[in-house]
C-alpha cells in the first residue's frame, strides 16, 4: 500500500537559509510524486512534480525536489527562504493505474527575519 | 479564469441535519475527488469519480455520498452529519486521474454542533 511520511509537522528557519523539508514514501511500483503548498485561508497548489522523466525537479518559486530511489525520498529544497514562503507543505503520491492520491501529513514553513 | 468553486465556504449545522457541499470546475476533467484536512492528519482523500456517473471510495468515506451527474460538478452529501465530520473539506479536478497534477477549490469549513 501507498503511504508518505512528512518528517517535522513544523520547520522554522531564518529568511535566506536553506530550506529542506523530508519526504519519504512507500510505493510497490515507480511513483509519482508531487509537493503541493497551502498559503494561509487558501486551496493547495502545485509546487512541483516528479514522473520519472528526471530525478531532479524543478518548481515554481525557487524550490527543486530530487527523487532518490535507494532511500524512498523526495525531498523539498529551496536554497534561500524567503518570508513569502511561510505555509505548509504536503507531499503527495500516486501511481499509474491507482486512482488515488495520497498526502502526507504536512510540514508547516516559518520563515522569521 | 479556470477554476473550482466550492459552496458554501463556511457552515455550520447540527448533528442530523442533512447537507451538500457543491464542487464545480470548468476546465473540462475526467477526475474529481474530494477531500477533508484535519490538523496532524493532512488531507484524506474521501471519494473520487473518474467520469460521469463513475465513483470511488477514498481513504475515509463513511458517513458521505458523491454523485457525478455532470461532467463539471460532484457535490459532496452528507445525510446525516456528526461532530467527528467537523473538518475543511477540499474539492479537487484534474485532467484524467491521480497522477495529473490537482486543481483546488478553496475549501469549505464545516462545523457540526
Known amino acids: 500500500a501507498q503511504s508518505v511520511t512528512q518528517l517535522g509537522s513544523h520547520v522554522s528557519v531564518s529568511e535566506g537559509a536553506l530550506v529542506l523539508l523530508r519526504c519519504n514514501y512507500s510505493?510497490?511500483?515507480?511513483?509519482?510524486l508531487f509537493w503541493y503548498v497551502q498559503y494561509p485561508n487558501q486551496g493547495l497548489q502545485l509546487l512541483l512534480k516528479y514522473t520519472s522523466a528526471a530525478t531532479l525537479v524543478k518548481g515554481i518559486n525557487g524550490f527543486e525536489a530530487e527523487f532518490k530511489k535507494s532511500e524512498t525520498s523526495f525531498h523539498l529544497t529551496k536554497p534561500s527562504a524567503h518570508m513569502s514562503d511561510a505555509a505548509e507543505y504536503f507531499c503527495?503520491?500516486?501511481?499509474?493505474?491507482?486512482?488515488?492520491?495520497?498526502f502526507g501529513a504536512g510540514t508547516r514553513l516559518a520563515v522569521h527575519p | 479564469e479556470a477554476q473550482v468553486t466550492q459552496n458554501p465556504r463556511y457552515l455550520i449545522t447540527v448533528t442530523g441535519k442533512k447537507l451538500t457541499v457543491t464542487c464545480s470546475q470548468n476546465?473540462?476533467?475526467?477526475?474529481m475527488s474530494w477531500y477533508r484536512q484535519d490538523p496532524g492528519l493532512g488531507l484524506r482523500q474521501i471519494y473520487y469519480?473518474?467520469?460521469?456517473?463513475?465513483?470511488d471510495k477514498g481513504d475515509v468515506p463513511e458517513g458521505y455520498k458523491v454523485s457525478r451527474k455532470e461532467k463539471r460538478n460532484f457535490p459532496l452529501i452528507l445525510e446525516s452529519p456528526s461532530p467527528n465530520q467537523t473538518s475543511l473539506y477540499f474539492c479537487?479536478?484534474?485532467?484524467?486521474?491521480?497522477?495529473?497534477?490537482?486543481?483546488f477549490g478553496p475549501g469549505t469549513r464545516l462545523t457540526v454542533l
Open positions: 510505493s510497490s511500483v515507480p511513483p509519482y
Open positions: 476546465m473540462n476533467h475526467e477526475y
Open positions: 503527495a503520491v500516486s501511481e499509474s493505474g491507482y486512482n488515488k492520491l495520497i
Open positions: 479537487a479536478s484534474s485532467f484524467l486521474s491521480a497522477t495529473d497534477t490537482q486543481y
Open positions: 469519480s473518474m467520469n460521469v456517473e463513475v465513483t
